[in-house]
């Protein structure tokens, strides 16, 4: 009996044992009280860390609780009026992240060619939640509704599939960032992993079943080394907790795919900048300290190795996200059960061209007119990877994604709109 353990292949090195069998019988004797006790005990951290001690984590539950705003007389009216088609062939999507910086974006660009768009967002506070709720007041402009909720909340996304449906989900919302992971693990876990589940298992549920396009991320490739990152590389060495998620997310899909017949699209952005951006990217923040006569940090890999990002920029983003919604299949489920195989594809949307991060700067320098107090650091190993470079081939076959966007143009115009957003000086980015 005690060769089950000691003579077990697949694991190996998982149990250190001892040459004597005598060794062996007694450590066999102890083992299964001792696996009994730390089961136990990692029962009870797992329990403390979901519903005890961390303030993250239930903070924002309790947040998304305290700030969804939906329901009321004119709710169904809001989102029914949203949610309505002016296109021929036109489709209706559900925009998660809509007051995010991609998800703003795509669901301008929907409703102006005539599809109908409801958003859903929490508005956490990861950043400044006063440019999401300027997002916000732009699409509601563009007459985009966003309902105020959190995509854990199951009763509300069937409530929102009850009143609308949704032939297509655009799944963007998430915690992105990289180092924050490791301020705050739970809120990746929140919104990447369990919220994807509760996404997908009322996609399963809906009659019909959606279509589902959503956000991965270039950081899934880790550190692979093959360049340029082709969908086929490996994706199995991530360097942070975000990357995981991500990576998690995909094989969630994969799952949803093959148990439920769900038609499912993931999309590996490559650092995606652009106006209405994230503050708490490089490009962005770089911008803001400058002007403020802040130093920045530029940071550089061994052997003074330049640090590059294929940075992509928005509206190239956008035409792939487009695209990956018009050419997505049909989900083939019904009832919860899957009728016959769905459509799984992964996607880069990149932009094929690495830029060094000092590069970057000096564009900046030119466009904001002055000059960055430039302070080299080492860069830290805490989940940023020293470059990134995508293979857009697939995506270039499939959904004629052609990105056309350099660098220096798509600065330009995101100096522009950020002068013009905070340069008045009435508003602040901290
Ligand atoms: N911007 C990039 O460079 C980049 C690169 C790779 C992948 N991505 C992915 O693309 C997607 C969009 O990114 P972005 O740059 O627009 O980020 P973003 O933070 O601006 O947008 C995400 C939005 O989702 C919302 N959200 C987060 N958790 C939520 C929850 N639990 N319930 C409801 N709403 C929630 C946030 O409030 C935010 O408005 C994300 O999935 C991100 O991981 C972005
Ligand atoms: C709700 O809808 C009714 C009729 O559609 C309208 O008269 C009323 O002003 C709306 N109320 C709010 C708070 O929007
Ligand atoms: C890019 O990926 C395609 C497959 O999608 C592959 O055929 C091609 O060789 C790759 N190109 C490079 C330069 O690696």
């Known amino acids: 009996m005690k060769h089950n353990i000691e003579s077990n292949p697949s694991t190996p090195g998982k149990f250190k044992m001892d040459k004597s069998s005598y060794n062996n019988r007694l450590r066999l004797h102890s083992y299964i009280p001792k696996l009994a006790f730390w089961s136990l005990v990692f029962l009870g951290l797992l329990y403390i860390f979901f519903y005890k001690s961390p303030p993250a984590l239930s903070d924002l539950s309790r947040r998304s609780l305290r ?3 939906y329901g009321g007389p004119n709710f169904s009216q809001k989102v029914k009026a949203s949610a309505k088609i002016t296109l021929r062939n036109g489709k209706s999507i559900l925009v998660t992240g809509a007051a995010g910086f991609v998800g703003s974006h795509v ?6 060619r005539g599809d109908g768009v409801v958003g859903l967002d929490n508005f956490n506070d990861y950043y400044d939640p006063s440019l999401k709720r300027a997002r916000q007041a732009h699409l509601e402009r563009a007459g985009v509704y966003i309902v105020e909720g959190d995509i854990n909340d199951v009763v509300l996304l069937k409530k929102l599939f009850d009143i609308v449906p949704f032939t297509h989900v655009m799944h963007l919302a998430a915690q992105a960032g990289v180092r924050y992971a490791m301020v705050n693990p739970g809120s990746y876990v929140h919104s990447n992993i369990a919220g994807l589940v509760s996404v997908l298992e009322v996609c399963k549920n809906a009659n019909p079943q959606p279509a589902i396009v959503w956000a991965s991320s270039s950081s899934v490739y880790g550190l692979n080394s093959n360049v340029p990152f082709s969908e086929r590389d490996r994706t199995d060495q991530p360097a942070s907790l975000y990357a995981a998620t991500k990576k998690a997310g995909e094989e969630i899909a994969h799952t949803y795919n093959h148990i439920y017949g769900l038609s499912l699209t993931g999309l590996r952005f490559f650092t995606v900048y652009g106006p209405w951006g994230r503050p708490d990217m490089a490009y962005f923040f770089f911008s803001r300290d400058i002007l403020k006569g802040k130093s920045i940090p530029i940071f550089e890999a061994a052997n003074h190795g330049n640090v590059a990002r294929d940075f992509t920029y928005i509206e ?4 792939g996200c487009l695209a990956a919604l018009d050419t997505s299949k049909k989900s083939t489920g019904t009832g919860g059960k899957k009728k016959g195989p769905a459509q799984l594809r992964v996607y880069n949307l990149g932009n094929t061209s690495p830029v060094p991060v ?18 080299v650091m080492k860069l830290p190993r805490n989940g940023d990877v020293q470059f990134t470079h995508a293979n857009i081939s697939l995506a270039q076959q499939e959904l004629g994604y052609k990105p056309v966007t350099d660098l220096q143009t798509g600065l330009r115009k995101f100096v522009q709109w950020y002068l013009s957003y ?5 508003k602040s980015s901290q």
């Open 316 to 319: 190239d983003i956008v035409k």
């Open 67 to 69: 700030t969804s705003s």
């Open 422 to 426: 905070y340069g008045n000086g009435k």
């Open 358 to 375: 000092s590069d970057l700067v000096s564009i900046l320098e030119k466009l904001l007119k002055k000059k960055a107090k430039r302070l």
């Open 107 to 112: 669901s301008t660009a929907l409703k102006r």
